[in-house]
């Protein structure tokens, strides 16, 4: 692919263009972050690379085809029941804000004058970032670390002398931490695929 020139240009309504994915060998994650994030800010550049994710590499979408999916994603129904103005009114959007936004920052490579989409090279680098997290969601990292704090306090009690902790055998204590945690991790599994974005698309009726 060839290196697009880092510019800033504006969408109409004032925002900033996303920048440019700096170069492999110039990136630090903290650019990479924000970068990232940039892109993923929008609900539409998000559709945009979750249908191209569905293809494989190297595979021409036509504009067409992704517009009448972003338009079934924001509006919650099925490709067959997109009508004529949400499809206008997606196809305007991505034609000339997003589309251009995300071919310059290399996650995909659009071709204007065809209507033809393809994934780019940098879209390794938010893939990762795809997964849905509902309102209010209560983190992973938080419910792990908070079983961390819990059996942390049942080995600091026993270590006190606290019944009935003094009664734990180490077997015992092993078994239950086991448990727990593998618990969490097959409900983190389940809750994890339930949720990535996409997932309860239905393209046809």
């Known amino acids: ?6 510019k800033e240009r504006t969408d109409g309504s004032g925002s900033i263009a996303v920048r440019r994915l700096p170069n492999r060998t110039q990136r630090t994650s903290e650019i990479d972050r924000e970068a990232v994030f940039d892109v993923l800010s929008n609900a539409r550049r998000r559709y945009a690379i979750e249908f191209l994710n569905q293809h494989e590499p190297g595979d021409e979408i036509d504009l067409s085809d992704l517009v009448e999916y972003v338009a079934a994603r924001e509006n919650d ?3 067959a029941n997109v009508d ?6 997606v196809y305007s ?3 000339q804000t997003h589309l251009p936004k ?6 995909i490579e659009y071709d204007r004058s065809r209507g033809t989409i393809e994934l780019g090279d940098a879209v390794t680098e938010v893939r990762m970032h795809l997964e849905y997290v509902p309102e209010n969601d209560i983190p992973w990292c938080f419910h792990y670390l908070g079983l961390t704090a819990i059996l942390g ?3 600091a009690l026993a270590g006190v002398g606290l019944y009935p902790f003094t009664e734990l055998s ?3 204590f092993g078994t239950i931490a086991t448990v727990v945690f593998g618990l969490s991790a097959v409900v983190h599994t389940v809750h ?3 949720n990535e974005i996409g997932s309860n698309v239905q393209l046809d009726e």
Request: glycine share 4%; net charge positive; with cysteine.
């Open 1 to 6: 692919m060839s290196s697009k020139p880092q």
């Open 77 to 79: 129904t099925t490709v």
């Open 84 to 89: 004529y103005k949400q499809r206008k009114r």
């Open 93 to 95: 959007s991505l034609r």
């Open 102 to 107: 995300l071919d310059e920052c290399d996650l």
């Open 153 to 155: 306090g049942i080995v």
């Open 170 to 172: 180490t077997v015992a």
């Open 192 to 194: 994890t695929r339930r």
